[in-house]
């Protein structure tokens, strides 16, 4: 059973930092990309940030140079640091596993950040 499961979420003052971590478990984790992803309220889900099992690692323009994705393949676990948080970062943010070549994808129950003064 494929479980990911997201933690560190929370409130914020502006200009202040969270980290969320993504443990998975019963999947392969280093054949996977692995994925932050967000909706705020009323708006489409949308990438963050992902990191292939290749090391290559992209982010959206809007959090560039703020947040960092990293991996630790031998704990399974993906994590986003976020800095510099902006009250437009609110939004619940969900991991993400996806393997291409089997077409397989899988979601986390999602984690509320919420940047407010």
């Known amino acids: 059973q494929v479980q990911l499961v997201e933690s560190g979420g929370g409130l914020v003052q502006p200009g202040g930092s969270l980290r969320l971590s993504c443990a998975a478990s019963?999947?392969?984790?280093?054949?996977?990309?692995m994925g932050w992803y967000r909706q705020a309220p009323g708006k489409q889900r949308e990438l963050v940030a992902r990191?292939?099992?290749?090391?290559?690692?992209n982010y959206a323009d809007s959090v560039k140079g703020r947040f960092t994705i990293s991996r630790d393949n031998a704990k399974t676990t993906v994590y986003l640091q976020m800095n510099s948080l902006k009250p437009e970062d609110t939004a619940v943010y969900y991991c993400?596993?996806?393997?291409?070549?089997?077409?397989?994808?899988?979601w986390g129950q999602g984690t509320q950040v919420t940047v407010s003064s």
């Open positions: 990191s292939r099992n290749s090391g290559s690692i």
């Open positions: 993400n596993a996806e393997d291409k070549v089997l077409d397989l994808n899988y």
């Open positions: 019963g999947i392969n984790f280093n054949l996977y990309i």
